[in-house]
C-alpha cells in the first residue's frame, strides 16, 4: 500500500470548502434574483396600472399589500450602504434589470467555477486512491 502525501488531504479539504462557499454564494445569487425579478414585475404591473385599479403588491415572505393604484411617479431605491434615492417608475425597472444582468454573470461565472473544483476534487481523489493502491 503506497504512502498518501497529507499535503494532498489538506488540498482535499480546502477544495470542499471552497466548494460549500461557492454553493453558498450560487444560493444567494438565486435569491437575489429572485427578489429582483419579482420587484421589476411589480414596478411594470404598477407602471400599466389604471387609476382604481386593485392589485396586490408582493411584501415578501408570502404577505401581499392589497391597494388601488394611484399616481405613483417616484418609488425608493436602494443604491447600496443604506442609501435611498427617488427614481421614477421606469429608472428603477433600467435599474433593476442592469443588477439582474450583473447577478446573472456573477451566476454563470460561480457555475464555472463550481464545475471547475469538483474536476479537481475528483483528480485529487482519483490521484490518492491510486497511491493507496500502489
Known amino acids: ?10 488540498q482535499l ?3 470542499n470548502q471552497q466548494l460549500q462557499d ?12 429572485e427578489h429582483a425579478l419579482v420587484a421589476t414585475q411589480t414596478l411594470e404591473t404598477l407602471q400599466t396600472a389604471q387609476k382604481d385599479q386593485e392589485l396586490l403588491i408582493p411584501l415578501g415572505a408570502g404577505s401581499f399589500l ?3 393604484a394611484g399616481s405613483v411617479d417616484k418609488v425608493k431605491l436602494a443604491v447600496g450602504a443604506n442609501i435611498v434615492v427617488d427614481k421614477d417608475i421606469s429608472e428603477a425597472i433600467s ?10 454573470v456573477f451566476q454563470e ?7 471547475q ?13 491510486s497511491k493507496l493502491k500502489e
Not at 22 to 33: C, R, T, V, Y
Not at 109 to 115: D, R
Not at 117 to 129: A, D, G, S, T
Open 117 to 129: 473544483v469538483v474536476e479537481r476534487i475528483n483528480q485529487l481523489q482519483e490521484q490518492i486512491e
Open 22 to 33: 461557492l454553493d453558498q454564494s450560487i444560493n444567494q445569487a438565486n435569491e437575489q434574483i
Open 109 to 115: 461565472k460561480s457555475i464555472e467555477l463550481y464545475g
Open 13 to 15: 479539504q480546502l477544495l
Open 1 to 10: 500500500m503506497g504512502q498518501v502525501d497529507n499535503q494532498d488531504y489538506v
Open 95 to 104: 435599474s433593476i434589470k442592469s443588477q439582474l444582468q450583473e447577478l446573472h
Open 66 to 68: 392589497e391597494v388601488k
